[in-house]
């Protein structure tokens, strides 16, 4: 068995949402680039997996005990680089350069940054790619977990459920998967481009053990994700019910801030709206 390391608690999950999303608005606006609003319905997510749920040592992000986080939705990168620089992974002063010419910080998730397994942004693929992990992790007797992150839109691709059905085939408890469940795509609607209901009643019949979470409910999430796996024999999945652009009244639950950029005023509005971690 690998070396226990301590949990990352550095930050609390809500002072980490704040800052991330305050770093995503900065880098966002100095690029010019896109989003907003899909990092802002994971930030909540994702502070509560590196702040206060996953085994990871900030001086050695790489340590063979560490667990392992898979964004598939690649293209809400800047919320994991934010909440990477804000627990000391990686140096702050790199967030300057996200999505700049040159820049290793792309606008979808690179594994060239220190703390990122796995480079993504073509959908579909984060969820097979971790389902490879968690067998290689239970085949050796390794005690680390796998949390895995996808879109809703991101379910539309069947290498999704290939994957969940090897998943339970294969018994991989150690697997974590998180939907981000904000019933918009990039263009529109989930119920308009292809409904997923029921969802529960179809991924619960592929084999997994299932809840569901306002994904915006630190406790809540912290309480599921922690305590994973819900079954010995099952991998886990948890349903997260979000808001895109959740933070900021202007962008929430408005399909145009997919790839909308924000100008300084709005830039100003929406930092004001978020307000400070340690306010």
């Not at 606006?29 to 319905?41: I, L, Q, T």
């Not at 967030?95 to 606008?107: E, I, K, V």
């Not at 796996?229 to 959740?246: D, F, R």
Request: hydrophobic share 45%.
């Amino acid at each position: 068995m690998s070396a226990p390391l301590i949990r990352c608690l550095s930050r609390r999950a809500d002072t980490l949402s704040i800052a991330v999303r305050r770093d995503v608005l900065n880098m966002v606006f100095r690029a010019k680039a896109s989003h907003v609003g899909s990092c802002f319905s994971v930030v909540d997510i994702i502070s509560v997996l590196y702040g206060e749920v996953m085994k990871l040592d900030p001086q050695d992000p790489a340590a063979a005990g560490r667990d392992r986080f898979i964004l598939s939705k690649g293209h809400a990168a800047a919320a994991v680089y934010a909440t990477l620089a804000n627990i000391g992974v990686i140096p702050r002063t790199d967030l300057d350069t996200y999505g700049a010419d040159l820049s290793p910080y792309m606008t979808h998730a690179s594994h060239k940054i220190a703390g990122i397994e796995f480079s993504s942004g073509s959908l579909g693929h984060g969820l097979p790619f971790g389902v490879g992990k968690a067998l290689a992790g239970k085949r050796s007797g390794q005690d680390w977990r796998v949390f895995v992150l996808l879109s809703d839109g991101e379910i539309d691709e069947g290498s999704n459920w290939e994957a969940l059905m090897f998943a339970s085939h294969h018994k991989l408890s150690n697997l974590v998967a998180v939907i981000d469940y904000n019933k918009l795509q990039s263009l529109t609607s989930i119920s308009q481009t292809i409904g997923l209901e029921p969802l529960v009643a179809k991924l619960e019949s592929f084999g997994w053990a299932v809840r569901e979470v306002d994904g915006h409910d630190h406790e809540a999430l912290k309480g599921h994700l922690a305590s994973a796996p819900w079954h010995p024999e099952k991998p886990s999945l948890l349903l997260a019910h979000t808001v895109k652009g959740k933070g900021v009244s202007f962008m929430e639950n408005k399909v145009e801030w997919h790839y909308r950029s924000p100008d300084s005023a709005l830039l100003a509005a929406a930092l004001e709206e978020i307000g400070h971690p340690d306010a």
